[in-house]
């Protein structure tokens, strides 16, 4: 967002307006991996997911400036927290103290791979859930209408219900609502199992009482108390805060994550900029933290019981599902690389890196991603990826969908042709220059603020008046003039934003039938063209790579067609469907519907004649 508004005040400010123009979509994304990498401090991670996330082909010269921007993003903002004394040096966010030797045991692979299948389903039900509170706002309702007549009611609304479904003296108690984001995912990323504390603690014999949680502060933790009872009581502090008098350790980690995942995807709906990468990666950690107590609860010895000496860890298990969950709802892999950063050990890697592979496969397999799906729902452009369609794409020519009927200029054209390009509803970016309407050579593109620039200035300026002006003038009161209009007419006619006055219709007409001179206008000499036969699969690479909006279509030359990123994603998700088009069944369907709208034509004029002679026989 910062970077956006940026570059619309030095676009401005710039004289040459292609200058920023051709590096707006590498800003956007370096800027969304210094986002991430402030967040989590994780330089490496979030050029990572920028270029899995925002862009499809990254440039091999951005890595560079991505680099540059995500370490320096990351390491000030780390410095601001030494600099505020907010912690005492620099380092990971969530650092965790798992065991380095023998981390994991080889069976423990087939849970991490069971884990991910669930995150998969959680992430698929996540997206679901999110489009179905979207439309469920969106039907038309008095509901609806009312949010809609008063847009701040709906987020205050929100609010308030989240708030007190997370009072921690309410229903909330029992899902540890009471800690922040940050401590609850410091806690769950812990490296001792909660319930075989909770069990030692019951048994014996009620050395700490379990009606109040303990709170610990670190003057507590001097070097008079012995380190064991410091450790003791640390331990204690986070167990009694995940458990309570009435409920256990898995109770309140799977309410936590089931309270989580509702208000998570409420709030998302919200229209505030709130972020959704944190609230996930808390959202996997309490279901992982979850699974890992009931898998030492299972395995109490390890799940190998050859050697029970390597115990189940269950906070590598909360760090392998929060990776899994945000990389299945976002789409991404590189999470699991954010997750290496953010915790500082490597130990896990491949279990984590496992859990979030089958965490996207079921997700991608089930559904789209929440990026997607918003695209999807707001209508916006996106070019879909081929899974299905790439066996067959080989087959389907670019000829076979393409749009033929193209509005473009020529050298020798009239203003009266710009004018009915600038008062159209469907207004393009780029206009294809040719030679001549029966040649169609093309010879380049040029923009429609050319277009515009060329109308105004053949149009008087003086005879310029806004719509409002337009209004006010009273053409009828006004008296005419005999010298320059005998008859006492007006001729009131509209151009863009304005509406054009003129005394006699014959002058505006003499301007709009002058030759278009295009000498001092920009235009590109050398767009992007390609051929009829130029498989789909091509055209999807080239969109990809180029980040392309539209594409012309050319036979020797000569302009037969353009393809955009609509007409682009059409044609793929009618192929992933089956359907492939082909050019003769468009041209066969085109003549069977005009014969039989001809026919319907005749059947219309002889009904009346049909009449008569009923009549006349009666």
């Known amino acids: 967002m910062i970077t956006s508004q940026l570059f619309r005040v030095f676009g ?73 004394q907010l912690e005492d040096n620099i380092s990971h966010i969530l650092l965790t103290d798992f065991r380095t030797v023998n981390p994991f045991e080889t069976l423990e692979i087939i849970l991490f791979c069971i884990l991910g299948i669930i995150c998969g389903l959680i992430s698929f039900l996540f997206v679901r859930l999110q489009r179905s509170i979207v439309l469920l706002i969106r039907r038309k309702n008095v509901v609806t209408n009312f949010l809609g007549r008063y847009p701040l009611f709906y987020p205050l609304v929100i609010s308030f219900f989240i708030a007190s479904l997370k009072y921690p003296h309410g229903i909330a108690q029992f899902s540890s609502a009471h800690l922040s984001m940050e401590e609850a995912m410091h806690e769950l990323f812990s490296n001792f199992s909660w319930h075989d504390f909770h069990l030692h603690d019951s048994v014996s014999g009620g050395r700490h009482a379990r009606s109040a949680p303990i709170v610990v502060h670190e003057s507590n933790f001097s070097t008079n108390i012995p380190q064991e009872e410091t ?170 969908f393409m749009d033929t009927d193209v509005q473009y200029v020529w050298n020798g054209c009239t203003y009266h042709t710009l004018n009915n390009i600038v008062n159209s509803t469907n207004l393009l970016a780029f206009y294809p220059f040719v030679s001549s309407p029966d040649s169609k050579y093309l010879l380049g593109i040029i923009h429609h603020t050319e277009l515009k620039g060329l109308l105004e200035a053949q149009m008087s300026k003086s005879v310029f008046k806004t719509k409002e002006e337009a209004l006010n003038d009273k053409v009828s009161n006004t008296k005419p003039n005999s010298n320059s209009n005998p008859t006492g007419e007006r001729f009131l006619s509209h151009f863009g934003p304005y509406r054009v006055v003129y005394t006699n219709k014959t002058a505006w007409e003499e301007k709009l039938s002058s030759t278009v001179d295009f000498s001092s206008s920009h235009i590109d000499p050398a767009p992007l063209q390609i051929m009829e036969g130029t498989p789909l699969s091509n055209i999807h690479n080239l969109f990809s790579l180029l980040s392309l909006q539209v594409v012309y279509v050319t036979s020797l030359g000569r302009l037969t067609g353009v393809v955009s990123l609509k007409d682009l994603r059409r044609t793929i998700e009618s192929v992933e469907k089956g359907q492939i088009p082909t050019r003769t069944d468009q041209v066969i369907s085109g003549k069977v519907s005009q014969i039989s709208q001809a026919m319907i034509e005749e059947e219309d004029e002889e009904e009346p004649l049909r009449k008569i002679d009923d009549d006349d026989e009666h």
């Open 231 to 400: 450790l003791f009581m640390f331990q204690s502090h986070i167990v009694h805060n995940w458990s309570g008098e009435y409920t256990t350790v898995f109770i309140n980690t799977f309410l936590f994550f089931l309270s989580n995942f509702f208000t998570i995807a409420i709030a998302s709906t919200v229209p505030v900029p709130g972020g959704l990468i944190v609230p996930l990666f808390m959202l996997g950690a309490g279901f992982g933290r979850f699974f890992g107590e009931v898998a030492s609860y299972t395995f109490p010895n390890g799940i190998n019981p050859f050697n029970p000496s390597l115990g189940i860890i269950p906070g590598a298990y909360a760090v392998a599902a929060s990776a899994a969950v945000c990389g299945g709802v976002t789409g991404s892999l590189s999470v699991a690389v954010i997750a290496f950063e953010i915790t500082g050990q490597l130990t896990h890697l491949l279990p984590i890196i496992v859990c979030v592979l089958f965490s996207n496969l079921v997700a991608r397999y089930l559904g789209p991603t929440t990026y997607e799906n918003t695209i999807e729902l707001k209508n916006l452009p996106f070019l879909p990826t081929m899974i299905k369609a790439s066996a067959v794409s080989h087959n389907v020519l670019v000829e076979d």
């Open 12 to 84: 401005k400010v710039s004289t040459q307006p292609n200058e920023y123009e051709t590096r707006f979509q590498e800003l956007i994304t370096i800027a969304a991996a210094v986002g991430v990498a402030t967040t989590f401090a994780a330089p490496v991670g979030s050029v990572l997911y920028s270029i899995e996330i925002v862009k499809s082909f990254f440039a091999v010269r951005s890595y560079w400036e991505g680099f540059f921007a995500t370490t320096w993003g990351a390491l000030l903002w780390r410095l601001f927290a030494v600099w505020f």
